[in-house]
């Protein structure tokens, strides 16, 4: 009979608390705000290499148009999406996502499958050394 198996240490990576604070629950707050009526979320973490950290939110929403997700981090873009209610807000979230990114050296970026098809996005930060 095996003992219990023990998990290995989830990846950790380096920065401000408070500001990747900010900047996960600015993605978290994106995703309910933008999803539809079932609110489906997920949240993960992994190290996709020795180097970095992942933090990605998924959600199930109504999903950005290819040719805005270039643009949805610039200071206050908004997407307009057809159909859906109008979401409150500045545009300054994923702004403020992308600056703290950068200032952590780096980075979030966002994918979709288009309008409806929900969307994911990643922020991408240095790994502490074991």
Do not use: C
């Not at 992994?46 to 270039?70: E, F, H, M, T, Y």
């Amino acid at each position: 009979m095996r003992g219990p198996r023990a998990l290995p240490a989830p990846p950790s990576g380096r920065g401000d608390a408070e500001e990747l604070r900010t900047s996960i629950t600015n993605l978290v707050d994106n995703a309910v705000k933008y999803s539809t009526d079932v609110v489906r979320i997920t949240v993960a973490v992994a190290a996709p290499s020795p180097d970095s950290v992942w933090v990605r939110v998924q959600d199930r929403g109504v999903g950005i148009p290819r040719k805005q997700l270039k643009r949805i981090f610039r200071r206050f873009y908004r997407v307009q999406t057809r159909g859906f209610k109008q979401v409150k807000g500045t545009g300054l979230g994923l702004y403020i996502v992308r600056s703290i990114a950068h200032a952590h050296g780096g980075r979030v970026f966002a994918q979709s499958e288009g309008e409806g098809r929900g969307a994911t996005f990643t922020l991408e930060l240095p790994r502490l050394a074991s």
